[in-house]
């Protein structure tokens, strides 16, 4: 069974910076793609950023410039740096993988924004 865990969540100040991880732990065959998603309150969730194994990582416009999406190989993490955060990117982020055929997601961590 695979098991993601987040981390980093919390409570942002506008113009500030937080730090999300996410670890990817359990039977993981190849993983093929990392990325972020989050999902505001009445909204549909949406992709943040995503990093295939091979290829370019992709930002959503909301983010790019911003957010930057990187990955330690070795120890299946993926991490979401947020920086120049606004009040827009509050939402519950989730990470999610896909290894071989499965998707997994993490449960989610809660990014608020306000000063």
């Known amino acids: 069974q695979v098991q993601l865990v987040e981390s980093g969540g919390g409570l942002g100040q506008p113009g500030g910076s937080l730090r999300l991880s996410c670890a990817a732990s359990?039977?993981?065959?190849?993983?093929?793609?990392m990325g972020w998603y989050r999902q505001a309150p009445g909204k549909l969730r949406e992709l943040v950023a995503g990093?295939?194994?091979?290829?370019?990582?992709n930002y959503a416009d909301s983010v790019k410039g911003r957010f930057a999406l990187s990955r330690d190989i070795a120890k299946n993490t993926v991490y979401l740096e947020m920086n120049s955060l606004k009040s827009e990117d509050t939402a519950v982020y989730y990470c999610?993988?896909?290894?071989?055929?499965?998707?997994?997601w993490g449960q989610g961590t809660q990014v608020t924004v306000s000063s």
């Open positions: 990093m295939p194994s091979a290829g370019r990582t």
């Open positions: 359990g039977r993981i065959s190849s993983i093929n793609w």
């Open positions: 999610k993988i896909i290894a071989g055929l499965s998707a997994y």
